[in-house]
Nanobody
């Protein structure tokens, strides 16, 4: 599975951004998809997850109610809509794909996009 992330940028506190992750390759529709982020000096952390075959979504507590993950099967794309952004949301955001059940552990994910920088100014 190949992933291409895009959509990051600079935004003020309270602003919004939408990240996209275009997927390609063999059998990616059976994968679980996750958005993760990594701030300087910190470990990569899970943000949200979804499966192509299941509309149920999952969120880390620190983004619940502000971020929305979704898929568009016609475009082979996973989105992360981010609202009410805070300076602490500043990080490089990555999309990941794995076979089987959705998990929040980065090392479980076999495929990664290249990362897209999100910077929230105060």
């Amino acid at each position: 599975v190949q992933l291409q992330a895009s959509g990051g940028g600079l935004v003020q506190t309270g602003g919004s951004l939408r990240l996209s992750c275009a997927a390609s390759g063999r059998d990616f529709s059976s994968h679980a998809m996750g958005w993760f982020r990594q701030a300087p000096g910190r470990e990569r952390e899970w943000v949200a997850g979804i499966k192509w075959t299941d509309p149920v979504t999952y969120y880390a507590h620190f983004v619940k109610g502000r971020f929305t993950i979704s898929t568009d099967s016609a475009k082979n794309t996973v989105y992360l809509e981010m609202n009410s952004l805070k300076p602490e949301d500043t990080a490089v955001y990555y999309c990941g794909a794995k076979r089987g059940v959705l998990t929040s552990t980065p090392s479980d994910y076999a495929s990664w996009g290249q990362g897209t920088q999100v910077t929230v100014s105060s």
